[in-house]
């Protein structure tokens, strides 16, 4: 019964009529505004040439083999590493995890304390505000901000042969610290040439990125469960995954990788159904990238539904505690959920005579065990709000109280959703003018921020 309430579809008001409506699974039922062509005018200032004489692809082959064969290879042929092999040695200047936390080379506790910059994976294919503002102006506004991550979602599609990205504008100055002109750099370049150089951009300033694999296709997010579709294979998806991990490899920015975003609706964890199983995906996945790069974090995110317990998308971590995640290297595994307050769904516990105080044994059953317990870090990928007077303030309650659990323990890193302001029903950090931060919610977040990870 609790599973179908997921399925209902939330009520939203679109915050911004001249943005163009596409759905995302920033929680069941949750449909998000973001703007296909990036402008709230409607027009497409980015320059379009298609150009791609940029040589940035930081590849250890210099190439993208595996990633344009355009197979649909069913799951018999999936990738499986060899049981004998051993991982390769790691390097210096990346994060583990010891019991529930996340330490450097010499043991000291570190947290990601982020935001969620989207684009990627829309079908502008690159990140949004680019036709505002500069792509480095943006980072360093968000280290000045006090972050020290940034979670950046992307889409399989941007590695194809032909993706071009849309909306970045390259001309005039940026209006938070001059840099004229904007975007120059990236005019023309492919989705993954810009993508290296927001990743360049973060590193200028002291941040560090997470990776997350948010849809398979542009604007994907809803009718994509699994983390296969008809036109990209697991075989496709590791093989994408293994060209990142290469590509960025040695790369200390490059922390992470968030495996697939949201998993849901048909998504199980431990059934022992191949096809559907979705913590057998990830470890397969998982031990790939792991060969061609030992160093980055495998972020695995929870599921829907787990033996008739449901909760948010990609939430509930409940059958990690019989079928915990395996790796090669097991101390560089982090579990994930999201999280979210009554403007994406009017869940039953917001309505509760004892709510907010039933809410941390709700957190507790669903991921919170796996830090009570040490078995694992946990790093909340997204959770977000627009207004705290939401719900009768039970937006506000839910927030505040959220932020006080997880800050009881070193054990929770998180990135608040999002910088962007078009995100229908949080909206975001910056307001719509893509400059202006909300103080409030700076202000409520600061408390929580852990410093900058050297």
């Known amino acids: 019964m609790l599973k179908q309430i ?16 596409c759905t995302d699974s920033d929680g069941p039922g949750r449909t998000d505004t973001r703007s296909t062509d990036g402008n709230n005018d409607g027009s ?5 040439d298609g150009n791609n004489d940029g040589n940035n692809d930081g590849n250890n082959d210099g190439n993208n ?9 069913d799951l018999n042929d999936k990738y499986e590493p060899d049981s004998d092999s051993k991982p390769p040695a790691q390097a210096s200047g990346f994060l583990h995890v010891s019991g529930n936390r996340l330490v450097d080379d010499n043991g000291n506790v570190a947290r990601l304390t982020g935001v969620n910059w989207f684009g990627f994976e829309t079908g502008n294919l690159s990140p949004h505000g680019l036709w505002e503002r500069d792509y480095r102006s943006m980072m360093k506004q968000i280290a000045d901000l006090g972050f020290n991550t940034v979670r950046i979602p992307w889409c399989n599609e941007m590695l194809r042969d032909g993706a071009a990205t849309q909306s970045i504008n390259t001309y005039g100055a940026d209006k938070y610290d001059g840099t004229d002109p904007m975007n ?26 997470m990776l997350d694999n948010h849809s398979r296709n542009p604007d994907g997010y809803m009718e994509e469960d699994l983390w296969y579709t008809d036109t990209c294979s697991e075989n496709q998806w590791v093989e994408d995954w293994v060209f990142m991990a290469k590509r960025y490899k040695g790369n200390t920015t490059v922390i992470a990788f968030d495996l697939n975003n949201e998993p849901h609706d ?22 790939a990238i792991q060969q061609a790069n030992p ?30 995640i395996q ?7 982090v579990y994930s959920a999201h999280e979210y307050g009554p403007e994406v ?25 796996l830090v009570n317990e040490e078995k694992g870090h946990v790093f909340i990928g997204e959770f977000g709000i627009r207004d705290p007077d939401s719900a009768g303030g039970v937006a506000g309650q839910w927030f505040n109280t959220f932020l006080d659990y997880m800050s009881k323990s070193d054990g929770y890193s998180w990135t608040f959703w999002s910088l962007n302001p078009n995100s229908g029903d949080t909206e975001g950090i910056l307001q719509y003018d893509w400059l202006t931060p909300l103080e409030w919610k700076i202000n409520a977040l600061k408390p929580h921020m852990a410093p900058m990870i050297k």
């Open 6 to 21: 997921f399925l209902l579809p939330a009520v939203l008001l679109m915050m911004c009529t001249t943005i163009v409506t």
């Open 44 to 48: 497409n200032d980015g320059n379009n």
């Open 65 to 73: 083999d595996g990633n344009n064969d355009g197979d649909s290879d």
């Open 184 to 209: 120059g750099d990236i005019e023309g370049l492919p989705p993954i040439e810009v993508m290296d150089k927001v990743i360049d951009a973060a590193t200028a300033v002291g941040l560090k990125v």
């Open 266 to 287: 048909g998504a199980t964890w431990g059934a022992g159904a191949e096809s559907t199983d979705w913590n057998k995906a990830a470890e397969r996945c998982g031990a």
């Open 295 to 324: 160093d980055v974090l495998i972020v695995v995110e929870g599921v829907e539904e787990w033996k008739g317990n449901g909760y948010w998308w990609g939430g509930n971590l409940m059958g990690a505690k019989s079928d915990p």
């Open 327 to 333: 790796l090669p290297i097991p101390e560089k595994l």
């Open 345 to 369: 769904f009017a869940q039953p516990w917001f309505e509760a005579s004892d709510f907010p105080d039933n809410m941390s044994s709700i957190w507790q059953k669903n991921f919170g065990y």
